[in-house]
């Protein structure tokens, strides 16, 4: 099974809501949608799903056109942040409404909805109406729906967010593995690039309704092709430094200057990106050195958030830890050069970072 995009865009009066965009998915995967709220996520699903027609472009199933065709003649499945139940129904007959829909028999149904349900731990509530569990149980209840259909295509929309810490962290380890034994086509979006990289599969970046860049995920995340995709692929964004390469230097602000990095490159002018994660408050061996100011401190546990200004520029450290800090004051942060990535003036991403490269 395929689900092809061809230049699909779509337009609502004057505004782009999605640029034309080409994508092609593959039965069996999980493909992940990452972008922040109105990046164009839900849009580019509900095309997907039918319930939108694009604008220009077409949608291919298996090769076959079917941009103009029915949500409801199509064996899709899709899974919204804000669950669906029926609410006069118990949660077995739920989970069983698509399959009674589909004609299949009473033994049928009560073999999946039951093991539908061991898998999203609702065993116990089969017999208890909607209205009677938690969100999260009721979120289970309507991804169990979903799930249970088998279809084709399966879009989910955010589906974990409201569930608790520990049954998100506990389905998102069971989701590809269960995705994988489908043999269907799963589309997830979320906002957070670590639910991304959990997921694994392909990953499609979105921002303001362009698809930035679609593949493996684990090397979108570690080469992304431009800025735009490595802010939207880091959490908090990426840090970035503009500099001016001259020789064997790169110099930045009144009269700071590091050694070049990025490998032979052209004299001109750059910017460097590195994520919070590589800023540190200890020197290393062979570490770059940056004379910043401390503005605010967040903790959050076992980590502290550092937002300092350096020059114009404001940068977000993520350092293990709690730390005793004073906002106003100076605050040397210190950068492994091999976690710099090199970006050209346009934004395209001209020299991974080496330690990216080596992974």
């Known amino acids: 099974m395929t689900l092809e995009l061809k230049g699909v865009s779509h ?21 992940v949608l990452l972008g922040p709220t109105s990046s164009g996520k839900t849009t580019l699903m509900r095309l997907m799903a039918g319930l939108d027609a694009p604008t220009q472009g077409r949608i291919l199933w298996n090769g076959q056109d079917v941009t103009g065709v029915r949500v409801q003649d199509r064996k899709i499945a899709m899974v919204y942040q804000q669950f669906i139940n029926y609410p006069a129904m118990t949660v077995y007959d739920n989970i069983a409404s698509p399959l009674r829909l589909l004609g299949l028999d009473r033994a049928g149904i009560d073999a999946r909805v039951r093991a539908t349900a061991e898998m999203m731990r609702l065993t116990p509530m089969l017999d208890r109406k909607p209205l009677e569990l938690s969100g999260g149980q009721q979120q289970r209840c309507a991804l169990a729906r979903a799930l249970v259909k088998n279809a084709g295509l399966v879009l989910l929309d955010e589906p974990l967010a409201n569930l608790d810490y520990k049954l998100r962290e506990e389905l998102r380890a069971e989701i590809p593995r269960i995705f994988a034994e489908s043999g269907s086509i799963f589309v997830y979006a979320t906002t957070e690039p670590e639910e991304a990289l959990l997921l694994g599969g392909r990953c499609a970046t979105l921002w303001e309704g362009r698809v930035t860049q679609f593949g493996p995920t684990a090397q979108v995340y570690r080469n992304p092709q431009d800025t ?23 110099h930045f602000g009144q009269a700071a200057s590091m050694p070049a990095v990025g490998g032979d490159l052209a004299d001109g002018t750059y910017q460097l990106g590195f994520r919070p994660n590589h800023l540190s408050l200890e020197p290393g061996p062979g570490t770059i050195t940056f004379d910043t100011t401390l503005s605010v401190m967040e903790i959050t546990g076992s980590e502290t958030f550092v937002h300092v200004a350096h020059g114009n520029a404001r940068w977000v450290g993520l350092i293990h830890g709690i730390r005793q800090l004073t906002p106003g004051q100076p605050l040397p942060v210190h950068l492994d050069p091999s976690r710099i990535y090199v970006f050209g003036q346009g934004g395209a991403l001209v020299a991974s970072a080496p330690y990216a490269e080596a992974a």
């Open 11 to 31: 337009v609502v009066g004057a505004q782009t809501h999605i640029h034309p965009t080409d994508l092609t998915l593959e039965n069996s995967t999980m493909n």
């Open 228 to 250: 735009t995709t490595a802010r939207v692929f880091s959490d908090p964004p990426m840090n970035f430094l503009t500099v001016d390469k001259r020789g064997d230097r790169m």
